[in-house]
């Protein structure tokens, strides 16, 4: 059975920096990998896709990266901004029917002004 | 708006009663998904439904039951049966390329 791990479970950075959260899965045979935000008690927001074939996917100030075979993926904010303060999940798609996401727990994430 | 909403935002459950909580989309989407969130925990997946009249159990199904009489609707009851039911309740769609979340709800035990 998949497993997703998010590490570390909290971050607190002052404004301005660069930063690395980090998600590995234990099941290498993924269809794609997504990272989303979610504000308190709110929904969440899909910020990347990777499918599994692809590298990294930027967008903005983010930046995700891919590597299957050792099942790790990293999301990289650049020059970080108080806004950005949320917790960021990531989840995999397995190559199974049924499109169903796992997903890790979650890296809460403070930037201080 | 096109999108996903889920009704109530706040609902209080007593001991032994049944509550539903409503998902209702107008993306034309067939797959619909029920997740739990529990506090500074991922999502864990509760049922799923890929097409009317039709779903399936997830990780966490017991004490939970839905229903997929249209393709816009996809309700989840919490039942009795369910012994912890506080938690953030997702309703979400998701197909290979793309996942919509609505805002959920939040269901406390009173």
């Known amino acids: 059975k998949q497993e997703v791990t998010q590490i570390p479970a909290a971050l607190s950075v002052p404004e301005g920096e660069n930063l690395v959260l980090n998600c590995s899965f234990t099941d290498s045979a993924i269809y794609n990998l997504q990272w989303f935000r979610q504000d308190p008690g709110k929904g969440l927001t899909s910020l990347l896709l990777?499918?599994?074939?692809?590298r990294e996917q930027t967008s903005g100030r983010l930046n995700a990266s891919l590597d299957k075979s050792s099942g790790r993926s990293t999301l990289y904010i650049a020059a970080s901004q108080p806004g950005d303060s949320a917790t960021y999940l990531c989840a995999v798609m397995g190559n199974n029917a049924g499109n169903m996401l796992t997903f890790g727990g979650g890296t809460r994430l403070m930037v201080k002004p | 708006d096109g999108g996903i909403t889920q009704s109530p935002k706040y609902l209080f459950r007593k001991e032994g009663q049944n509550v539903t909580l409503s998902c209702e989309q107008n993306?034309?989407?067939?797959?619909m998904y029920w997740y739990r969130q529990d506090p500074g925990q991922g999502l864990r997946l509760i049922y799923y439904?890929?097409?009317?009249?039709?779903?399936q159990k997830g990780d966490i199904a017991e004490g939970y039951s839905v229903s997929r009489e249209k393709k816009e609707s996809f309700p989840l009851t919490v039942t009795s049966a369910q012994k912890n039911p506080t938690a953030f309740y997702l309703c979400?769609?998701?197909?290979?390329?793309?996942?919509?979340f609505g805002q959920g709800t939040r269901l406390t035990v009173v």
């Open positions: 439904s890929q097409i009317v009249n039709d779903f």
């Open positions: 979400a769609l998701v197909t290979p390329n793309t996942a919509f």
């Open positions: 990777i499918q599994s074939s692809q």
């Open positions: 993306l034309n989407h067939d797959a």
